[in-house]
Nanobody
Framework: QVQLVESGGGSVQAGGSLKLRCAASGDTWRTCGMAWYRQVPGKERELVSSISTSGTTSYADSVKGRFTISQDNAKITLFLQMKSLKTEDTAVYHC????????????WGQGTQVTVSS
């Protein structure tokens, strides 16, 4: 069992910054790769950024140059540094992990709300 708990969300004005944190616990050795997703009511869940076990990162075009994903050395904590926030970044942000050998992200946190106002 792996538990993922996000924190760091909140309300910020456009142009501001937030840093999200995802604390992983349990059988974290079973995970290979983590990611941040976001979801707005009525819209599909969007992959924001991911990081592989080797440290390779990827970003959605909408956040490139503004968001940075990272992990601590123990790969227990996942971060998402968000800068130059826009109103369209408003969403619930979820941390996700993939079980080693799996294709899809199958482990999810409860999410943290990010609200960006103009």
């Amino acid at each position: 069992q792996v538990q993922l708990v996000e924190s760091g969300g909140g309300s910020v004005q456009a142009g501001g910054s937030l840093k999200l944190r995802c604390a992983a616990s349990g059988d974290t050795w079973r995970t290979c790769g983590m990611a941040w997703y976001r979801q707005v009511p009525g819209k599909e869940r969007e992959l924001v950024s991911s990081i592989s076990t080797s440290g390779t990162t990827s970003y959605a075009d909408s956040v490139k140059g503004r968001f940075t994903i990272s992990q601590d050395n123990a790969k227990i904590t996942l971060f998402l540094q968000m800068k130059s926030l826009k109103t369209e970044d408003t969403a619930v942000y979820h941390c996700a992990a993939r079980t080693c050998g799996g294709v899809h992200y199958n482990l999810w946190g409860q999410g943290t709300q990010v609200t960006v106002s103009s």
